[in-house]
């Protein structure tokens, strides 16, 4: 069955670069979950698309961006690097927007801010 | 303020003994709740979720949990333990209206001696 894809599986930066963070979600989800895992931390929940429409935002800096596009692949844009955004980055991804849906995990992407 | 608290960082057993793992969670209003697993150098996987109904679930690989209301607690349990249990667990919870963003707990590592 399909998974979840993430791009790259990791990513290594300088301070101040910008990354791009890629998610595909598994055909004919519609809604995409964006989380953060810093080292030894509890995912956190950054932001969320559904239809192509932010439906939900948490603690995502300034500095980060995402969207979702008419395919439902999401980006994540994350300008102005720092040391304290590396960590691991996934996406989950559900059929319509709801509690209840199993929330379909993608294998994550690791920044590295050096 | 919406939290997860898992009591447990790092669990080490023997196989065929049994396990539980504490998650107590704070959140005002109807929830949902969850515990996933993370094998080494995998994604998050769903083991089992709890939504309304009996409050003892089953999952997959023979988990279980308990919902108990009074002790806002999901605690997660399996009789007997095998090495291919080894992993990180995660207990999380969303809101039965909120658009299915979860709140992670800490995450605890269970190691399981061959």
């Known amino acids: 069955a399909a998974g979840v894809i993430q791009s790259p599986r990791h990513l290594i930066k300088e301070k101040r670069e910008t990354a791009t963070l890629k998610c595909y979600p598994i055909?004919?989800?519609?809604?995409v979950y964006w989380y953060q895992q810093g080292p030894g931390q509890d995912p956190q929940f950054l932001i969320s698309f559904y239809e192509k429409m932010q439906s939900d935002k948490g603690s995502i800096p300034d500095r980060f961006s995402a969207q979702q596009f008419s395919d439902y692949h999401s980006e994540l844009n994350m300008s102005s690097l720092e040391l304290g955004d590396s960590a691991l980055y996934f996406c989950a991804s559900i059929q319509g927007y709801s509690s209840y849906n199993e929330q379909f995990f993608g294998p994550g992407t690791r920044l590295t801010v050096l | 303020a919406q939290s997860v608290s898992q009591h447990n960082h790092h669990v080490i057993l023997s196989e065929a003994a049994s396990l539980e793992l504490g998650c107590n969670y704070s959140y005002g209003g109807t929830v949902n709740l969850f515990w996933y697993v993370q094998y080494p150098g995998q994604h998050l996987q769903l083991l089992l979720k709890?939504?309304?109904?009996?409050?003892l679930v089953k999952g997959i690989k023979g988990f279980e949990a308990e919902f108990i209301k009074s002790k806002f607690s999901f605690n997660l349990r399996k009789p007997s333990v095998q090495w291919s249990d080894t992993a990180e667990y995660f207990c999380?919870?969303?809101?039965?209206?909120?658009?299915?963003?979860?709140?992670f707990g800490q995450g605890t590592e269970l190691s399981v001696k061959p």
């Open positions: 999380a919870v969303n809101g039965g209206n909120q658009g299915g963003k979860l709140i």
């Open positions: 709890y939504f309304s109904g009996d409050p």
């Open positions: 055909p004919r989800h519609d809604t």
